[in-house]
């Protein structure tokens, strides 16, 4: 006995379309979760959004997005002309972001840092394109030392190094030694003299930078012994300063007309 016939199904929506539907959600779903850990600037969001209303023309008056998007990328060039030529003559913003770096890792070690006489590591800002970090020797190195053996003085430069790796190439860095009175010696071995001394703590603090790979063409190394005292304290005197100045701004850097020769009475 034959079998009886299955009867027909109503006519409904092809099969295909429930698969169809099934990938549209799972895309649905991709892209919701994309968007949950993605973070988005509500400025560029209104942007397009407003870009997409005027190409569409949602909004009346609208007007040629390709005419209005190049309009506005020759205002955004001529901005940034504008602004270059403000951070040649002394402007701009970047370098503040630096300092305020440089000052949170200065605050930190001095913090974490124990110093008889209450030295700190200071930061002197002369301009927009030219300051200057104050390294008390007694944080770093050992009385009459030239050497970095403190791992705690490593990692400071190692953070230094970090920041300065973030820095504009036309930043060069001058690493300057001092040294006090007191610290003037005469000995047949090296250091031989305070000259010496603060010369080859120089060295040591570029040496190590480059360890961190600083690029060297950019590091400068000078020495004034105990011949530019910082004030009547020597402890303060006792320092090493790391030069931050504009590669733009050598060409204005003059030679005081009175030197140390003509001081001597």
């Not at 005027?54 to 909004?59: A, D, E, K």
């Not at 503040?96 to 930190?108: M, P």
Request: aromatic share 8%; glycine share 6%; net charge negative.
């Amino acid at each position: 006995m034959a079998k009886d016939k299955c009867p027909e199904c109503p006519k409904c929506l092809p099969g295909w379309l429930v698969q169809f539907g099934d990938l549209m959600s799972l895309l649905l779903c991709f892209f919701i979760l994309l968007l949950s850990m993605a973070t988005m600037d509500k400025k560029k969001v209104e942007e397009y959004f407003d870009i997409m209303r005027r190409s569409m023309g949602f909004l009346e008056g609208a007007e040629d997005t390709a005419a209005a998007e190049k309009l506005k990328q020759s205002n955004q060039h001529i901005n940034a002309s504008e602004s270059g030529n403000q951070g040649d003559m002394g402007g701009g913003n970047d370098n503040g972001e630096i300092i305020a770096e440089l000052e949170d890792v200065a605050k930190e070690y001095n913090y974490t840092t124990e110093s008889e006489n209450d030295d700190e590591i200071t930061i002197n800002q002369k301009s927009n394109n030219e300051f200057t970090m104050e390294i008390p020797s007694s944080l770093i190195f050992d009385e009459g030392d030239y050497e970095l053996k403190h791992r705690q003085a490593k990692r400071f430069i190692v953070k230094i190094a970090r920041i300065i790796r973030t820095m504009s190439d036309g930043l060069d860095i001058e690493v300057s030694g001092y040294t006090s009175s007191n610290e003037v010696m005469h000995s047949s071995s090296i250091p031989r003299d305070s000259w010496d001394l603060s010369a080859l703590r120089s060295i040591s603090l570029v040496k190590e930078l480059i360890k961190n790979r600083i690029d060297p063409e950019r590091l400068k190394v000078s020495a004034y012994g105990s011949y530019r005292p910082k004030g009547t304290n020597e402890n303060e005197n006792r320092r090493v300063e790391l030069k931050f100045i504009s590669s733009k701004l050598k060409g204005d850097v003059g030679i005081d007309d009175e030197n140390f020769f003509d001081r001597i009475k």
